[in-house]
């Protein structure tokens, strides 16, 4: 059977960056928040509405990707949109979709194309099944392009929340960023070894994104004293031991590199370490996070991390990387994947 591996990875980022204090300048609401210090998130970016959107961003990441991949646009197969957000400027749109109008603008002409929303689990759930489709010898080659323009829920959160126990107070810790990956057929050691997720529907409720019934904002409400309680930490850890048991091999047997979380908060990824290593029974392996740097930048979160560590020459190729999604819906899983030089 035919193995995939991540061949390349590109990233976009706004022009404009702030530090989370000159963010909540903004606030209307009266509201008072010590956000950087419970969270750790000390910068970010934030598209500028009149020149940049979804579809921008979108592009450029795509773009970057493909100029370390060895490929042209018209090489790929298939184009994957796995982020949550709008295109064209900032109305809702679903045809075109995302993935279709960013083919038709870097000049994929070859490729077919769609968008997946799974809240921040896009992008694996767009690398689970472009992983496939390489299994299955359907496709030679395709990308996952991952556009995040949520600083726009951060916009309602200024308008409306009141206290570090609104359920609006996770919106404080969002960002804007793209990611785009090239997966192809496995050359050697490089691949990716599985990747598998679950959803938990009982607990959708806990984050629900929707139009505000007081301003004309998109808002975020969150739980997340239930979200982050060690149940649904540890989910992941049961999860990705149930998943090595099929394979007949535990986490101490995989033996990785490194991890990487989604980047909620850097508390938080403390804390999903700890529960991986209360679960399988071994210490974690060193993770990688900028948290602090760029914020919870939603289902581009992961590869943004990578992307960040490659661009500083501070991960080798041959690396073992286990990356673990955690969305709202609940959405959990696992990937574990060699990589090679994937940033050029």
């Given at each position: 059977?035919?193995?995939?591996?991540?061949?390349?990875?590109?990233?976009?980022?706004?022009?404009?960056?702030?530090?989370?204090?000159?963010?909540?300048?903004?606030?209307?609401?009266?509201?008072?928040?010590?956000?950087?210090?419970?969270?750790?998130?000390?910068?970010?970016?934030?598209?500028?509405?009149?020149?940049?959107?979804?579809?921008?961003?979108?592009?450029?990441?795509?773009?970057?990707c493909l100029a370390g991949s060895g490929y042209d646009p018209a090489?790929?197969?298939?184009?994957?949109?796995?982020?949550?957000?709008?295109?064209?400027?900032?109305?809702?749109?679903?045809?075109?979709?995302?993935?279709?109008?960013?083919?038709?603008?870097?000049?994929?002409?070859?490729?077919?194309?769609?968008?997946?929303?799974?809240?921040?689990?896009?992008?694996?759930?767009?690398?689970?099944?472009?992983?496939?489709?390489?299994?299955?010898?359907?496709?030679?080659?395709g990308m996952v392009v991952t556009p995040e323009v949520i600083s726009?829920?951060?916009?309602?959160?200024?308008?409306?929340?009141?206290?570090?126990?609104?359920?609006?107070?996770?919106?404080?810790?969002?960002?804007?960023?793209?990611?785009?990956?090239?997966?192809?057929?496995?050359?050697?050691?490089?691949?990716?070894?599985?990747?598998?997720?679950?959803?938990?529907?009982?607990?959708?409720?806990?984050?629900?994104?929707?139009?505000?019934?007081?301003?004309?904002?998109?808002?975020?409400?969150?739980?997340?004293?239930?979200?982050?309680?060690?149940?649904?930490?540890?989910?992941?850890?049961?999860?990705?031991?149930?998943?090595?048991?099929?394979?007949?091999?535990?986490?101490?047997?995989?033996?990785?590199?490194?991890?990487?979380?989604?980047?909620?908060?850097?508390?938080?990824?403390?804390?999903?370490?700890?529960?991986?290593?209360?679960?399988?029974?071994?210490?974690?392996?060193?993770?990688?996070?900028?948290?602090?740097?760029?914020?919870?930048?939603?289902?581009?979160?992961?590869?943004?991390?990578?992307?960040?560590?490659?661009?500083?020459?501070?991960?080798?190729?041959?690396?073992?990387?286990?990356f673990v999604p955690t969305a709202s819906g609940m959405v959990f899983?696992?990937?574990?994947?060699?990589?090679?030089?994937?940033?050029?």
């Amino acid at each position: 059977m035919n193995r995939s591996r991540i061949r390349a990875l590109g990233a976009a980022l706004p022009a404009g960056e702030f530090t989370t204090n000159e963010v909540l300048q903004r606030m209307s609401s009266g509201g008072e928040f010590d956000v950087e210090r419970i969270t750790g998130i000390g910068h970010r970016h934030m598209v500028d509405r009149t020149e940049e959107d979804t579809l921008t961003l979108g592009v450029a990441a795509a773009l970057d990707c493909l100029a370390g991949s060895g490929y042209d646009p018209a090489d790929l197969d298939v184009i994957i949109c796995g982020g949550t957000t709008v295109h064209d400027g900032f109305r809702m749109v679903f045809e075109p979709s995302a993935a279709g109008e960013i083919a038709r603008r870097i000049g994929a002409v070859n490729a077919t194309g769609y968008d997946v929303a799974n809240a921040c689990g896009g992008t694996m759930t767009g690398i689970y099944l472009l992983d496939n489709l390489i299994r299955a010898g359907i496709v030679r080659t395709g990308m996952v392009v991952t556009p995040e323009v949520i600083s726009p829920v951060t916009e309602g959160a200024l308008a409306e929340a009141v206290d570090a126990r609104d359920p609006q107070f996770a919106a404080l810790t969002l960002a804007d960023a793209a990611v785009a990956v090239v997966l192809d057929r496995a050359v050697g050691d490089e691949a990716v070894h599985y990747i598998d997720m679950i959803t938990c529907a009982e607990y959708s409720p806990l984050c629900i994104a929707k139009p505000s019934d007081n301003t004309e904002n998109m808002i975020m409400l969150t739980d997340n004293l239930t979200m982050q309680a060690a149940p649904r930490r540890e989910t992941w850890a049961k999860f990705h031991r149930d998943v090595l048991a099929k394979n007949g091999t535990t986490f101490a047997d995989e033996d990785f590199d490194y991890i990487v979380f989604h980047q909620l908060g850097v508390g938080f990824t403390e804390k999903l370490a700890e529960s991986g290593s209360k679960i399988h029974g071994v210490p974690m392996p060193p993770r990688l996070a900028c948290v602090e740097k760029y914020g919870n930048t939603g289902a581009s979160t992961h590869f943004l991390v990578l992307h960040d560590y490659l661009s500083r020459g501070l991960i080798a190729p041959g690396s073992k990387i286990c990356f673990v999604p955690t969305a709202s819906g609940m959405v959990f899983g696992v990937l574990s994947a060699t990589i090679g030089e994937l940033v050029k």
